[in-house]
């Protein structure tokens, strides 16, 4: 026998260890987001493929525009040096080096309709050449624009006018994208060496860039005040992850120091205490590993199951403890065969009900779910098995009733009379409250990250001062080689020209310039072989209408690129560094499917429901995604709604099957859901009173308020059968454990009301009033109705209980 | 050239000699403090001209250096103005590019390519839009606080025929775009005779204008245009 636990024992370590070794813990925003819906799909393939999400946004600003530029240039070069960037870009890549500008410059031209580039070609011979210097001579001397002389000045032939006329550089015409108009801002870009994405790649990397900074800043030259702030997408997961993992540790350990606390208040019994704490973290190592082995992977929000899950843990410890205290004649064995059958339904059913969470759409919350349900059925088993052997020696009998105070004894005698009173009052506030006023629902994203973000407020000073970088309404439209992206492009172009037209988007940019077209390129070989061989005759020509030869270099780098391009086998992408910059920010792979990325402006009219029936058109017809966290609210509001059918009806099925099973009687299975409705009842009157709303993430409180009702309602029913109904018996014995827990875990909750994290905070606010609310009503009105139940049902169950 | 800056105000005396001292102990360039006040002077006596003109016609020659060209390019054309700030520029002949100040936008005709840049007057927080006004309005300042507000005067010279001012824009973002704005003006009537614009990059554009007529009969239309149905108008500050 011995060995046989000893075999036990080391398969479940092995086990314990394989489930750590694969514990991995997922941080990141996006992945909380509910899967199956195009919007967060977009928004996964935006955080995956294009190269702004891999890139930090750093600011700089001082009261001179000189030092300004000075800074940014130093600490551009300083962490270029520290080796934690692959690429800093300060300011525009094109800057100083014609070669990168004229290659993009040859690649558009490249890119172009043929008849186009061949009509460039046609303008180059020998009798129209110098016509064709002469009329950008002309241009010069009559444009209105300093900007387009000074372009040309430097440009012949006017193969810049290309890029002047494409949407998306026409569109910040003269900005510069890299500071203020004061020049006293400027921003950079500053890129991972380390290509992965996530969230503790990026939280060691922004602390060490972080670092770095602090180590610069001493060395600067000059002491003028500077504000340097960090944002762009790792800052801000980051940012989130760090205070999420934060709320929720603090959470887990809240909780727990505060059963342990309430224990002591409570039993003032060293050993018992010692016991609960170490199997409640047993329990919860058990669960981890075994969440880990289940699902691999662990979301953080589904960490928060650890609060939860001592809450109810707990629960079975201390109705054992309590039950023992009651009836110290009892050998432990005695006792556990008493309550076992109680706890073993509770934990069946609210298991049951936590793993029906499964099905809901939101990563994190399903699972929660699951870890919750496995972990209470861990618990019941430990608890069971290993908390009353182990401390038996060491219980004090339950003398309390002298020791009680009279108001604590008069609340524990609470007669069915005044429980009553008590429960068609509140019936009458709560319906009174919420006809006038329902809690509302937030179905916003703001929920998902910090109250207070230094990275959001950096970005809405770059938003500010420099303009850009927002986040308003995105298209990615992917295809499976650069022909079907250019196709699929320009069809989408069209749905989204339609739209201008119809008032429903104020605007929209897309690459259609600059992304490959490969039946364009093949044909334009030719011509660009064609353009080469005239660079002599261009040159000399250029010359005697008045450029200067040093004023020439852009076009010959233009014409150097043809000929590269000419040579080359398939499709063109321009090379030089800061080109492939530009394209990042509009060109993705995903797992060998191209991705091409646009910004849609809607129209100041528009509203939610057409720019997602214009996302449903767009990807019925072209398979284009149309994203962006303002119409990302609108798709979680129907993903709630569909969850709400999803979740709580198999979860109402099963809990009532348990429920039936566990009972095997109508009223008492009637009872534990008007407990729960009650429950919800009272928790919507204060959330409408106290202006809170249900939000992506408070909904989780939800499933755990079912699971704590259902649990609380099975243990009082229990008990007021095996005291035949003695109301402030079974108060003082399992309501008192049940007001313990729930003291508890309520406590632990309401720490996280304090959380960073908006969405967490809200969570534990609504958990903590709901748990409370849900224990009160066990405790104090389910004996009631309990017992009028059973007189109104002849006492049967009374009479046939042990 | 007589250099205002010869010139001084400043007489013997105790109370003088020390504000010298003071002046000289913090650096402040005791002649210009009397030629910067003739020459501000001057240049209000042109903006209280200027806000009295009601109309304004003259022929201009354009004359642009450029750093990458071995000579100066020159464009004639003909320029209206009418108070507070309506315009007409024509540049070229035939007409090559009209910029139209009418009551709601600015207009850039290009009758060659028939194609119209639309500019809406309300906004002005594009930097290469704030450059095209800069050009064209500079000379015609109609609120003569307004323009102190926006340049600030750094020398006046005078000769036998002409005030000549340097100025410089005095927000820092201006500055980026236009490094200095250099204004002729007559010396009796304050007519303006020419303005240059001094670009960052130390590329030059001068207007020279002649045979000027003040307060002349404009015809209201002079500051409309009629966009034929065969032009193509765009919005250059407008995403697609």
């Keep these: 026998m011995k060995r046989t636990h000893i075999w036990i024992a080391f398969v479940a370590l092995i086990g314990l260890g394989l489930g750590f070794a694969r514990l991995q813990i997922d941080v990141d925003v996006f992945n909380l987001l509910p899967a199956g819906s195009r919007m967060v799909d977009g928004l996964k393939l935006f955080q995956r493929n294009f190269g702004s999400t891999q890139e930090l946004i750093i600011s700089l600003r001082t009261a001179d525009p000189e030092k300004t530029a000075q800074a940014t240039r130093s600490l551009a070069e300083e962490l270029k040096r520290s080796g934690l960037t692959s690429r800093v870009i300060w300011r525009s890549p094109f800057h100083g080096d014609p070669a990168q500008l004229a290659e993009l410059l040859a690649y558009s031209w490249y890119n172009q309709p043929p008849e186009k580039f061949e009509a460039l070609v046609r303008k180059l011979q020998a009798g129209r050449l110098a016509g064709t210097i002469g009329e950008t001579i002309e241009r010069m001397a009559t444009s209105l624009q300093p900007q387009e002389v000074a372009r040309l000045s430097y440009d012949p032939l006017a193969l810049s006018d290309l890029a002047a006329s494409m949407s998306t550089l026409a569109a910040g015409a003269g900005s510069d994208p890299f500071a203020s108009g004061d020049g006293t801002f400027r921003i950079m870009f500053v890129s991972a060496v380390d290509e992965t994405a996530g969230f503790w790649t990026y939280r060691r990397w922004v602390a060490k860039v972080s670092e770095t900074i602090a180590t610069w800043k001493p060395s600067l030259p000059f002491d003028n005040p500077m504000t340097i702030r960090i944002t762009g997408n790792p800052a801000f997961v980051s940012e989130t992850g760090s205070s999420l993992m934060k709320d ?28 609960l704490v170490a199997l409640l973290v047993l329990v919860l190592t058990i669960t981890v590993s075994l969440g ?50 109680s706890i073993l339904w509770a934990a069946l059913t609210t298991a049951g009900a936590f793993f029906m969470i499964g099905l809901s759409s939101l990563p994190g919350l399903t699972q929660l779910g699951i870890l919750v349900g496995v972990g209470i059925l861990v618990a019941a088993g430990i608890m069971l098995t290993a908390f009353l052997p182990a401390i038996a020696g060491r219980v004090r009998p ?25 429960t068609i009052l509140a019936a009458v506030v709560c319906l009174a409250v919420l006809v006038g006023r329902l809690p509302a629902v937030d179905y916003g994203t703001r929920n998902l990250g910090p109250k207070e973000s230094s990275a959001m407020a950096a970005l809405q000073e770059i938003q500010r001062d420099i303009g850009g970088h927002d986040d308003d309404l995105w298209l990615i439209v992917e295809g499976a080689d650069e022909g079907d992206v250019a196709h699929r492009m320009i069809s989408t172009g069209r749905m989204l020209d339609r739209s201008v037209d119809e008032k429903l988007l104020a605007g929209y940019s897309m690459p259609e310039a600059l992304w490959p077209r490969p039946d364009a390129q093949q044909m334009n070989r030719n011509h660009a072989r064609l353009a080469v061989a005239r660079l002599p005759a261009v040159t000399e020509a250029a010359v005697r ?105 198999p979860m109402g099925v099963v809990l009532l099957l348990l429920l039936g099973a566990a009972f095997r009687n109508a009223g008492e299975v009637t009872l534990s859901i008007v407990t729960l409705g009650f429950s919800l009842l009272c928790l919507m009157s204060i959330m409408a009173l106290a202006g809170w709303s249900w939000n992506l993430m408070n909904v989780m409180a939800l499933p755990l308020l079912f699971g704590a009702g259902v649990d609380y309602s099975i243990h009082i029913q229990f008990a007021m059968r095996r005291y035949r109904g003695d109301m402030a018996r079974v108060r003082r014995t399992v309501g008192r454990a049940i007001l313990l827990c729930g003291a508890s875990t309520a406590a632990g909750f309401g720490s996280l009301g304090l959380a960073s994290n908006a969405g967490l905070a809200s969570l534990g606010r609504v958990c903590a009033a709901g748990i409370i609310i849900t224990s009160l009503i066990a405790v104090f009105l389910l004996p009631a109705w309990w017992q009028t139940l059973q007189r109104k049902t002849h006492n049967q169950i009374i009479l046939e209980a042990p | ?46 903006l209280e001209q200027q806000s009295r003109i009601k109309t304004w016609t003259a022929d201009v ?71 095209v006004l800069a050009l064209l309005e500079v000379g015609f300042p109609s609120d003569a606080d307004a323009f102190r507000e926006r340049y600030e005067l750094l020398s006046g010279t005078k000769d036998h025929e002409a005030w000549r001012f340097e100025l410089q824009p005095i927000e820092k973002e201006a500055q980026r775009l236009l490094k200095q704005v250099r204004l002729e003006v007559s010396l009796e009537a304050y007519v303006l005779r020419a303005t240059e614009l001094v670009f960052p990059d130390g590329s030059i554009m001068r207007n020279q204008f002649s045979r000027h007529r003040l307060n002349p009969e404009v015809s209201p239309g002079t500051f409309d245009y009629d966009i034929g149905e065969d032009y193509k108008v765009v919005q250059p500050l407008r995403s697609k």
């Design chain 1, 248 to 275: 929720i540790l603090l959470a887990a350990v809240g909780t727990l120091l505060m059963v342990a606390g309430l224990f002591w208040v409570v039993h003032r019994r060293w050993i018992p205490l010692a016991w």
């Design chain 1, 292 to 341: 880990s082995l289940i699902l691999g992977t662990l979301n953080a929000v589904s960490l928060g199951f650890a609060a939860i899950l001592m809450g109810l843990a707990a629960d079975y410890a201390l109705i054992l403890y309590q039950e023992f205290r009651a009836a110290p004649g009892d050998s432990p064995i005695r006792t556990r065969n008493t309550v076992a059958p």
């Design chain 1, 398 to 422: 339950d003398t309390a009733n002298g020791a009680e105070t009279r108001w604590i004894t008069g609340v524990m005698s609470l007669g069915s009379r005044t429980a009553w009173v008590i």
């Design chain 1, 545 to 649: 209408a008045g450029y200067m030869t040093e004023s020439l270099v852009l076009t010959e780098h233009a014409f150097a690129a043809w000929k590269r391009f000419s040579e080359t086998d398939g499709v063109v992408w321009p090379s030089h560094p800061g080109s492939k910059w530009v394209f990042e920010k509009f060109a993705g792979n995903d797992s060998g499917r191209l991705l091409v990325l646009g910004r849609l402006e809607a129209a100041p009219t528009s509203n939610p429901a057409g720019l997602q029936e214009l996302a449903g058109r767009i990807y019925t017809e072209t398979g284009g995604l149309v994203f962006g966290w303002s119409l990302l609210s609108e798709s979680l509001l129907e993903i709630m709604a569909r969850d709400i059918r999803r979740v709580l009806i």
């Design chain 2, 1 to 46: 050239m007589n250099r205002l800056t010869t010139r001084t105000g400043v007489s013997s005396g105790r109370g003088l000699l020390s504000i010298g001292i003071l002046c000289l102990l913090l650096g402040l360039p005791l002649r210009s403090i009397a030629a910067d006040s003739r020459a501000a002077g001057a240049l209000d006596n042109w």
């Design chain 2, 61 to 131: 020659v354009q004359v642009r250096k450029l750093k990458s060209l071995a000579r100066p390019l020159e464009a004639r054309g003909k320029v209206w103005f009418a108070h507070p700030n309506r315009f007409r520029w024509v540049m070229g002949d035939p007409p090559r590019t009209i910029a139209v100040r009418t009551r709601e936008q600015l207009l850039v005709i290009y009758p060659r390519f028939k194609r119209v840049e639309q500019y809406p007057i309300g906004d002005v927080s594009n930097p290469a839009w704030k450059q």
